[in-house]
């Protein structure tokens, strides 16, 4: 699907989907319970995968609209009948390789092309450590992989600033060994507010886990049990950067989004950073409210260490305003479903924005740019896709994103969303 965006104001309510983070980790947890109703959980291409994926371990997923009943694997994993396929979700397949670890036998996961070109070398080293055996069928440290086990827990070592979903994985899986893991980082973490989503999780399930001088523990012997049995998603904060930038740049009458309760996810820094930019910004934390009106925006200095999936949007933002936006720390949003720096800065540049791009940063020279109409990339990336749409909001002309229909991935509402603001979408499928 193609989309072609023209120029609007945009006005009233959005609500916020649940949060993908989120519901990733409560699906697989609940996976390793007996039986949980998970509501208010996003059913998304990428979260039907981590779905997909319990079934295959042996537990069964049924969905009504926004609720899950889940019947878990009880601890275990059994060993999968068949392979394990990940679509283009690499939560999924970091969570669920820790999982295959645990089962007593040989499990295979794959994805699509954008997938399999995603490092997964220190998870695999990790559990190789750990006793297990896990191998890239192509010796490169990426999918498909294969991974034989039941590993009993113990210490390891592995990088923080490749991806935190390798720790996040080893946790959950952790807790249910015999020994419990005991995770030294070698290097800082980048996107440390995912671990604590992490923690958040497993304490809701009735999980130990903690943060040690050396990086993370968690104790085996371990049962999953949310509370009541029930477990209730938040609102995704990746996902509401979208409407609130749109506010921020193409609303004079205010955009108010609904879901925004406060939460361990590390993207609510997009609040701060919208105020920071010159938006008329007011978040009530306790109705779970942001209002937000456009100013005159300016450019500002961000670093994504701990909030990689912002980048898109901050760029975006930062084509608006005036003067340079600088998003610092940026090297590990290369790894993301594509290279995110090099991608917005092309497709930004396809719409007359300066940029300079290094390895570890983007600048956005919005002072020195012109924002025009363009045909663009989505690069199979959703959220490459949702940046540049709001980009087409206030640039001059018509902007049209081709292969839209990948916001599927984690906003399956969000072209329906931009149009009840007000904005003006033709859609070609």
Not at 128 to 148: F, H, I, K, M
Not at 242 to 255: K, Q, T
Not at 336 to 365: F, N, P
Not at 421 to 429: F, H, K, N, T
Request: glycine letters at 12%; aromatic letters at 4%; one cysteine or more.
């Amino acid at each position: 699907m193609n989309v072609t965006i023209t120029p609007s104001r945009v006005q009233g309510l959005a609500r916020a989907p649940p949060s993908k983070s989120y519901t990733h980790r409560a699906i697989l947890v609940a996976g390793y319970a007996d039986q949980t109703t998970v509501r208010d959980a996003l059913w998304s291409a990428d979260t039907q995968a981590t779905a997909r994926a319990v079934e295959r371990f042996g537990g069964t997923v049924t969905q009504r609209n926004e609720t899950l009943e889940i019947e878990g694997f009880h601890d275990r994993p059994g060993v999968p009948a068949d392979i394990i396929d990940c679509g283009n979700s690499g939560t999924t397949m970091r969570l669920v390789t820790a999982t295959a670890a645990l089962a007593d036998g040989t499990s295979v996961l794959t994805g699509d092309e954008s997938l399999r070109s995603r490092p997964q070398g220190p998870l695999l080293e990790a559990i190789t450590d750990l006793g297990g055996e896990a191998t890239s069928t192509r010796s490169n440290g990426q999918a498909p992989l294969v991974v034989t086990g039941p590993i009993s827990g113990g210490r390891v070592s592995i990088p923080g600033d490749v991806s935190s979903q390798y720790i996040t994985a080893l946790l959950l899986a952790g807790a249910v060994t015999e020994d419990g893991l005991e995770i030294e980082l070698e290097t800082e973490l980048k996107s440390a507010p995912y671990v604590d989503i992490t923690l958040e999780v497993l304490a809701a399930f009735g999980v130990d886990a903690r943060k040690t001088d050396l990086g993370f523990a968690v104790d085996g012997g371990q049962t999953y049990s949310a509370t009541g049995g029930e477990y209730a998603v938040p609102g995704d904060f990746s996902s509401i950067s979208y409407p609130l930038a749109a506010g921020a740049i193409a609303s004079e009458d205010g955009v108010r989004i609904d879901g925004a309760h406060p939460s361990a996810q590390g993207d609510t820094a997009i609040v701060d950073i919208v105020d920071r930019m010159g938006a008329a910004v007011d978040w009530d934390r306790d109705a779970g409210t942001i209002d937000v009106t456009a100013g005159e925006l300016e450019g500002v200095e961000v670093s994504v260490e701990d909030t990689p999936d912002l980048l898109p949007t901050i760029a975006t933002l930062g084509a608006v305003a005036e003067g340079e936006t600088r998003i610092t720390n940026a090297e590990h949003v290369r790894y993301k479903e594509t290279d995110r720096v090099s991608a917005m800065a092309d497709e930004l540049a396809t719409l007359g924005v300066e940029t300079t791009e290094t390895q570890d940063s983007l600048t956005i020279h919005g002072g020195d740019s012109e924002l025009t109409g363009g045909t663009v990339d989505g690069r199979n990336d959703h959220r490459v896709i949702m940046a540049l749409a709001l980009a087409g909001l206030v640039a001059e002309g018509e902007t049209t994103v081709v292969g839209a229909d990948h916001v599927d991935v984690s906003f399956p509402g969000f072209f329906d969303m931009l149009s009840d603001l007000g904005a003006a979408i033709d859609r070609e499928r």
